[in-house]
């Protein structure tokens, strides 16, 4: 069973830092989710990677696979980045679901 | 957004009564979840589904049983609901196999009293 942990658990940030979280799993994966997560509940899917690394906007996910470990950065933070950002492995084939970190919780202060 | 509704949004029941939550889609998507959400644990896998009348158990599976009927259709049944079923419901679909992306629905917030 694949353990995925993040961190850190909690991060408070002003406007405009560069903002990085991490996650590390402990099987080899097919596919390394990160997903956002917004106070209303909503969860939305931001990036999958299975090498290298991806950039959407201001976000930024890099996977090291030889190392079991993932980074989401988010460039010149703001506070609608205040999110629950949650890291999720795919470690099966087939319709084997995710197993998802346990989330960290940004705050990007004005 | 792959058009997942989640139906109640909310709920309060009883112990002991059954509680059945409902999650449709109209992307056509073979594969569907369920996950639960609480606090210190994450998303953890209640069930999921590889096609009409083909589902299996996840993680966290014990009290719950699903049905899909229909493609677009995936209900999870609390059988007997128990405070510690208290929690927040997700239902996810992926259109292939090979691990891309879940779309996810809005979830339903369950208190059992």
């Known amino acids: 069973k694949n353990e995925v942990e993040q961190s850190p658990q909690n991060l408070t940030a002003q406007e405009g830092e560069f903002i990085t979280i991490n996650c590390s799993y402990s099987?080899?994966?097919?596919?390394l989710h990160w997903l956002q997560q917004h106070p209303g509940g909503g969860i939305v899917s931001l990036f999958m990677?299975?090498?290298g690394k991806k950039k959407h906007g201001r976000l930024i996910a890099t996977i090291n696979i030889q190392e079991k470990h993932s980074s989401l950065h988010i460039t010149a933070s703001h506070p609608r980045d205040s999110a629950v950002y949650i890291c999720?492995?795919?470690?099966?084939?087939?319709?084997?679901?995710?197993?998802f970190g346990k989330g960290t919780h940004l705050i990007i202060q004005p | 957004d792959a058009g997942i509704t989640q139906s109640p949004r909310h709920k309060v029941t009883e112990t002991g009564t059954p509680v059945t939550l409902r999650c449709h889609q109209t992307?056509?998507?073979?594969?569907m979840y369920w996950y639960r959400q609480d606090p210190g644990h994450g998303l953890r896998l209640i069930h999921y589904?590889?096609?009409?009348?083909?589902?299996d158990k996840g993680e966290v599976s014990d009290g719950y049983s699903v049905s899909r009927s229909k493609t677009e259709d995936f209900l999870l049944t609390l059988e007997s609901a128990t405070s510690s079923q208290t929690s927040v419901y997700f239902c996810?679909?992926?259109?292939?196999?090979?691990?891309?992306?879940?779309?996810f629905g809005p979830g339903t917030r369950l208190l059992v009293l």
């Open positions: 996810a679909t992926r259109e292939r196999e090979r691990g891309e992306t879940q779309y």
């Open positions: 099987v080899g994966i097919s596919a």
């Open positions: 990677l299975s090498s």
């Open positions: 999720a492995a795919f470690s099966g084939g087939g319709a084997d679901g995710l197993t």
């Open positions: 992307e056509n998507h073979r594969y």
């Open positions: 589904s590889y096609g009409v009348k083909d589902t």
